[in-house]
């Protein structure tokens, strides 16, 4: 896959330990590693003796005590979900009912567009559709407590209704799978849309925070700088699908074969997916052409 993004894959924080990135800042790892979720998702605790728990994880139930353990004697008031995924929110429930907390987020899970004649949902049931956020936050809400205040940034992309945390009077993001340091994230309609997601990347490009702390991975450092390589990562992949397009019409399992050389074989479908988030904002920009509605099984040309 391409090398024009320097990831980080370095990450040894074993599942379960608690770990302070700075003050204030404690991170904890779920043990659900995989193609999609690397070593597995992170929850982040906020603060201290008030605080806000940030992606409480998936049903664990070594985790869910983890995390309870971690926080001890101390109040949890918010639980605030990055996405809908499944590895993300569904314990918010459970931390809720121990703790008492409010759960905080963009909204329910959606699509970014309505399902085509004949498309099915994606068989992968990666959606959380139980999530109903107590608390619904829009672009530049305030979640506070005392010694912290988390900003709501609306970042839709990966998924419709993914949300990062700036934590103000810091120079941290809480980037969720928007942006995180060891690979891009899987951008699949209908979940997920190409032009959302590039829009979310300018967006934060344009922010004054230069450390993100994403649910999967290592700190991203020097973050604007890493978010405008991803907006170049995206736009030469673009110029690839254009390319391999103007010699020819083709679908998308040939795409695949062309762009990405040496892919993990778990990861084909993600990246079939991927593409079709590309070929549905070229065919919405009137570049590329094809039969009905951009679909999975498509055959593509230039226009
Ligand atoms: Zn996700």
């Given at each position: ?211 993100y702390f994403p649910g999967h991975g290592g700190v991203v450092r020097d973050a604007p700088r890493f978010v405008q390589q991803y907006i170049r990562h995206r736009q030469a992949r673009e110029a690839s699908i254009l390319e391999r397009l103007a010699a020819g019409e083709a679908d998308i399992p040939a795409l695949v074969g062309s ?45």
């Open positions: 896959m391409s090398q024009d993004i320097p990831f980080d894959k370095s990450f040894d924080l074993p599942p379960g330990r608690v770990e302070e990135v700075m003050p204030g800042v404690r991170r904890l790892l779920v043990n659900n590693p995989g193609p999609f979720t690397f070593k597995g998702t992170l929850t982040y605790i906020v603060g201290r003796d008030r605080v806000a728990i940030i992606d409480p994880g998936p049903i664990d139930e070594a985790h869910i005590a983890a995390l309870l353990a971690a926080v001890g004697a101390e109040t949890v008031t918010h639980i605030l979900v990055t996405h809908t995924h499944r590895d993300h929110s569904p314990a918010a429930a459970r931390i809720k009912a121990a703790t008492g907390a409010e759960t905080c987020g963009e909204g329910p899970h959606r699509a970014a567009r309505a399902l085509h004649v004949g498309e099915a949902p994606r068989p992968e049931a990666s959606a959380d559709r139980d999530f109903r956020p107590d608390v619904t936050l829009a672009d530049g809400d305030i979640v506070s407590g005392p010694g912290w205040r988390l900003e709501a940034v609306t970042t839709p992309g990966h998924t419709a209704n993914h949300m990062a945390f700036a934590l103000k009077d810091t120079a941290v993001l809480f980037s969720g799978d928007h942006v995180m340091a060891w690979s891009t994230p899987v951008v699949a309609p209908p979940d997920g849309a190409m032009s959302d997601y590039m829009a979310s990347l300018e967006k934060l490009s344009r922010r004054a925070e230069t450390l762009i990405y050389i040496g892919l993990d074989p778990r990861l084909t479908r993600a990246a079939g997916l991927s593409v079709l988030a590309h070929l549905e904002d070229l065919t919405a920009r009137g570049l590329v052409v094809t039969q009905g509605a951009p679909a999975i099984d498509g055959r593509y040309r230039v226009a």
